[in-house]
């Protein structure tokens, strides 16, 4: 088996297992926001319980949608990352290709072209080459933020780890199946939200960093292609 296969296969078997740590959030948002409605038809505005039942909603409708986030981010980088390999080898096979063929004789294409055709024709290239340097720029950036990209990365999943063990903490009190319509099963709701939250964004974030050597070459090779374009 070559480098690349083994490290493909490396990558699809710990991104399979990030995959298989992500829990369910165990409630849904129609279930949240009919508890809320209830709530907040049901109970007096001045009553305390009222006021910390909606801000758990809140939490839990919170975790929900930055947990539909992660598991997006999550099914995005590894889908790039299963594609990456072959998009970046298609794309140096294709810079090897005009690498290889002779250069065009601008002169002679020009030669037949009367004076507004040739101006037209002038006029494409300085846009062709705008849109190249402009290309050029964005994906230099996108490969120069990479570093910071990977701190912030590290520093966030630092973060998970510890917020990720005390909500399974805090969880790990509460009774499995708590009563209906009740304050613990809105502290429950919120907690199991959070932590499948957190550890959805923990294996998304993973699959990010695993997946960063085959996005720097899917970066590298249209930037390679790129200056080629503008010679």
Wanted: hydrophobic share 45%; aromatic share 2%; glycine share 4%.
């Amino acid at each position: 088996m070559s480098m690349g296969k083994a490290l493909l296969a490396v990558l699809v078997f710990v991104v399979t297992a990030a995959r298989a740590e992500v829990m369910s959030p165990g409630v849904t948002l129609d279930q949240v926001n009919t508890a809320a409605e209830l709530v907040s038809s049901s109970m007096p505005e001045d009553d305390p319980k009222r006021e910390t039942l909606l801000r758990l909603y809140n939490d839990t409708r919170a975790a929900l949608q930055s947990f539909g986030e992660s598991t997006q981010a999550l099914d995005t980088f590894s889908r790039a990352r299963e594609n990456a390999s072959a998009q970046a080898a298609a794309l140096q096979a294709e810079l090897a290709r005009l690498q290889a063929a002779p250069a065009t004789d601008d002169a002679a294409v020009t030669a037949g072209l009367s004076l507004p055709e040739l101006e037209q024709t002038i006029q494409g290239d300085k846009s062709e080459l705008t849109a190249l340097n402009a290309r050029l720029t964005e994906i230099r950036a996108a490969v120069d933020g990479m570093p910071a990209r990977d701190t912030a990365v590290r520093d966030r999943l630092t973060e998970l780890v510890e917020r990720n063990a005390e909500l399974e903490s805090k969880l790990g009190l509460l009774a499995k199946t708590p009563q209906s319509g009740t304050e613990e099963e809105a502290r429950h709701w919120s907690l199991q939200a959070g932590l499948a939250s957190g550890l959805a964004e923990k294996a998304a974030l993973d699959a990010e960093m695993l997946s960063r050597p085959m996005r720097l070459a899917l970066l590298k090779a249209p930037l390679d292609k790129t200056s080629f374009d503008i010679g």
